[in-house]
């Protein structure tokens, strides 16, 4: 499988995207803790080739310029995973039905799920979500309300849970 990758760069630092010819399969920030292992993980998937342009890279970076802007709250492109057990996928699909500017816990998650029993397993799915913000794992926070794990930083959880509620309060 022939894999293509681009760095570019966002408000909240350099990130890579990663996208087969149709789809999108990791989108991270360069800098997180988990960007090593799942580069690692694709690789045994298929050659990863460095491109200048890319149909499906560019049309989420273009989504991301939008998004930082106030302007897009709804990511359209397409995506698939690659890296992942059947459990963490549906944690990540999960994530993917929170609305923007909403925070849950990860005992919510689990319940999504109908796994209750499995919130510990819930937070480990999330800090291994290879599509970083458009499967919004930032908005999961304690049962404390205390933020949480956040794998690219919890400086970038902040600022990403203070621009959705901007976001929101302009779409709603």
């Known amino acids: 499988m022939k894999l293509y990758f681009q760095d570019f760069q966002t408000p909240l630092g350099e990130m890579c995207a990663v996208a087969t010819q149709d789809t999108l399969v990791m989108l991270s920030f360069k800098d997180s803790k988990d960007y090593p292992t799942t580069i690692q993980k694709l690789k045994k998937r298929g050659s990863l080739t460095r491109v200048s342009h890319h149909p499906i890279i560019a049309q989420i970076a273009s989504e991301l310029t939008a998004y930082f802007y106030g302007e897009c709250s709804i990511f359209k492109t397409p995506t698939r995973y690659l890296t992942g057990t059947s459990f963490q996928q549906s944690v990540w699909e999960a994530l993917q039905q929170l609305k923007i500017g909403s925070t849950v816990n990860y005992s919510h998650i689990a319940h999504m799920i109908e796994r209750p029993q499995s919130t510990r397993a819930v937070a480990t799915a999330i800090g291994h979500n290879p ?8 908005r999961v926070i304690r049962k404390d309300g205390q933020l949480g794990g956040f794998n690219s930083g919890l400086y970038r959880k902040k600022q990403l849970l203070k621009h959705e509620a901007r976001i929101k309060t302009t779409i709603s």
């Not at 599509?131 to 930032?138: A, E, G, K, N, Q």
Request: aromatic residues 0%; contains cysteine; proline residues 12%.
């Open 131 to 138: 599509l970083s913000i458009i499967v919004p794992c930032h």
